[in-house]
């Protein structure tokens, strides 16, 4: 099996959130650079511009994209996000209401961000 290097705790975590991101960690993850803006300019709806943005910084930070359920995300880095887009972060619960658009902006991010996906033995 792939995982048998991780304990049982290690793999319960994987992909999630363990608790509210630090000061330094918002900083570093969820600040949007000039890179993450010029391509949050595209976005019209501000359910849309906050869950790319939110999306952005979660992939940054746990290495994985929270498609399947892309509004389980603490909510001090929502707040983060949508203080630097100037957006109320409850509009957030706007943003599944597509479920292809998590997809679509987790393909435009991985490409944004040079990532590649990884391909199964």
Same mark, same amino acid.
């Given at each position: 099996m792939p995982f048998e290097f991780l304990s049982d705790e290690q793999i319960a975590r994987y992909g999630r959130f363990p608790e #509210? +991101?630090? +000061? /330094? #960690? %918002? =900083?570093?993850?969820f600040r949007l650079d !000039? /890179? /993450?803006l010029d391509a949050l300019a595209s976005k019209r709806r501000p359910a849309t511009m906050l869950g790319w943005a939110v999306q952005w910084g979660t992939v940054r930070m746990l290495g994985v994209f %929270?498609? =399947?359920d892309p509004l389980v995300v603490p909510s001090g880095a929502v707040a983060f996000v949508a203080e630097q887009l100037d957006l109320d972060p409850a509009c957030l619960a706007d943003y599944g209401r597509r479920p292809k658009t998590a997809y679509e902006h987790a393909w435009e991010i991985r490409e944004l961000l040079?990532? !590649? !996906? %990884?391909r199964r033995m």
């Open positions: #509210e +991101p630090s +000061p /330094a #960690e %918002l =900083e570093q993850f !000039r /890179a /993450a %929270l498609t =399947e040079g990532y !590649r !996906r %990884l």
